[in-house]
């Protein structure tokens, strides 16, 4: 099984409520329904451990993949075509980082 984690930061155009309403409202549901995902998570930041510092991410997106190959197939879709274009009017510069567990 592969992790996906995703680390980003909205866009300053971005509104924050818009984008949480999008995301619980339209991301969320649609990527946890894809066959290739068991598991979809939107986690906001809240401080860094120990720290009075800011987090560098705002958001952190993580995305169980059962199938990388029926992962790709489900991305290509006309539906997640329409959420990765959504996203990416929120998202800043996201980083997609490919993980397996040791």
């Given at each position: 099984?592969?992790?996906?984690?995703?680390l980003?930061?909205?866009?300053?155009?971005?509104?924050?409520?818009?984008y949480?309403?999008?995301?619980?409202?339209?991301?969320?549901?649609?990527?946890?329904?894809l066959?290739?995902v068991?598991?979809f998570?939107?986690l906001?930041?809240?401080?860094?451990?120990?720290?009075?510092?800011?987090?560098?991410?705002?958001?952190?997106?993580?995305?169980k993949?059962?199938?990388?190959e029926?992962?790709?197939?489900?991305?290509?879709?006309?539906?997640?075509?329409?959420?990765?274009?959504?996203?990416?009017?929120?998202?800043?510069?996201?980083?997609?980082?490919m993980?397996?567990?040791?």
């Amino acid at each position: 099984m592969t992790t996906i984690v995703v680390l980003f930061n909205l866009k300053a155009s971005a509104d924050v409520s818009a984008y949480q309403d999008w995301a619980k409202q339209i991301d969320i549901p649609t990527a946890s329904g894809l066959p290739s995902v068991d598991v979809f998570e939107v986690l906001k930041s809240e401080g860094l451990l120990m720290s009075e510092g800011k987090p560098p991410y705002q958001y952190i997106e993580i995305l169980k993949v059962n199938d990388m190959e029926q992962f790709g197939k489900d991305a290509g879709s006309e539906v997640m075509q329409k959420v990765a274009a959504q996203f990416q009017e929120f998202a800043d510069n996201p980083l997609f980082i490919m993980t397996s567990k040791l």
